[in-house]
């Protein structure tokens, strides 16, 4: 007797229900949290894992025992996924990389790349809690406008767009960088070289997928062109920008501040972090936990979407040795 299709959705926490019931017409679907000890295990038992950045799959926990056939991770960037191993097995990576016509209208991280850039050059979070202490002092906490400043765009995709529409919004002027030639787009410049593009912005925001070739880009050489009193803003991730170069960046003043929301190395992130260590004790530096898009909006426009592309596959019969419900 054939087995029946299987689905584990490792998001216990506001998962859509109505996503849920649709996958249901197809497979039996769990949901429930997944121990990174358990892993393993769980990848020879259901067809289908979803889940998002908490885990590396690698070959420590996917190879030829495993059952799943296809891992949904409704993220851009799926460097916590080995490709070259996924292509060897045969188990197919549903993901929102290149799903620019559908991202267009998710604009959590695009959000947040302006929250950010607001709160380190205003002094948002040590001003409220300067008032929780007790102190209502403004005098502490004068910042800058982004009014007549100027935008750098680090990548030129889909966020980099909206984000650099966000920031024209402003009144800002805005410049980017991409490595693909012939980009245009209405009030925005672009520069021949990343150095260029620091040397002349007050704010510089990544927007980059991270790859061998992004790794790192971000680093010290850029960082020394950066225009005096310059921010940088990272929600890409952490790995394109160079950690060590930065907080030296940010010590030796070539920056004079930094909003990040993501890190190299996550999740494995302690407080002995050296960044977190430095914005303890310094303003110019906030840190949030790559919330960019996490937000119920995104959230449940990206669980429809991945469930969709789900479906189509199961509907395709690409997945073998498995009864779809019907």
């Not at 070259?84 to 290149?98: A, D, P, S």
């Not at 790349?113 to 906490?141: C, K, Y």
């Not at 501040?257 to 303890?280: C, F, R, T, W």
């Amino acid at each position: 007797m054939e087995e029946q299709l299987k689905i584990l959705i490792a998001e216990p926490m506001d998962f859509s229900p109505e996503v849920i019931k649709r996958l249901r017409k197809y497979a039996q679907v769990d949901v429930y949290a997944v121990e990174e000890s358990d892993l393993e295990q769980v990848l020879q038992e259901y067809d289908v894992f979803w889940f998002r950045l908490g885990w590396k799959i690698n070959r420590s926990v996917l190879n030829e025992k495993s059952r799943c056939k296809i891992l949904a991770t409704p993220v851009t960037g799926i460097d916590h996924i080995d490709e070259n191993l996924c292509r060897e097995l045969g188990v197919k990576i549903v993901c929102l990389r290149g799903e620019k016509e559908f991202l267009r209208e998710v604009r959590a991280t695009a959000e947040m790349t302006l929250a950010l850039a607001l709160a380190v050059m205003r002094h948002i979070p040590a001003a409220e809690q300067s008032v929780r202490d007790g102190v209502w002092n403004r005098d502490l906490f004068r910042g800058n406008e982004l009014h007549l400043k100027t935008a750098g765009i680090v990548g030129f995709g889909r966020l980099g767009e909206i984000v650099a529409d966000m920031f024209l919004a402003f009144g800002m002027k805005v410049l980017a960088y991409d490595v693909k030639p012939g980009l245009s787009h209405p009030g925005v410049q672009f520069t021949d070289t990343m150095e260029e593009l620091v040397s002349l912005s007050d704010v510089v925001s990544i927007h980059v997928i991270y790859n061998e070739s992004t790794h790192h880009i971000i680093n010290e050489d850029v960082l020394k062109h950066s225009k005096k009193g310059a921010y940088l803003i990272n929600t890409s991730r952490g790995g394109i920008v160079d950690e060590e170069a930065m907080l030296k960046a940010l010590k030796e003043g070539w920056l004079k501040g930094a909003a990040l929301d993501v890190l190299q190395g996550e999740h494995d992130i302690s407080d002995a972090h050296p960044l977190i260590q430095y914005a303890k004790e310094n303003r110019n530096l906030l840190i949030v936990p790559h919330i960019g898009g996490n937000t119920y909006e995104s959230f449940e426009k990206t669980e429809h979407f991945i469930a969709g592309k789900i479906i189509e596959i199961i509907q395709s019969k690409a997945i073998e040795n498995a009864t779809v419900v019907a």
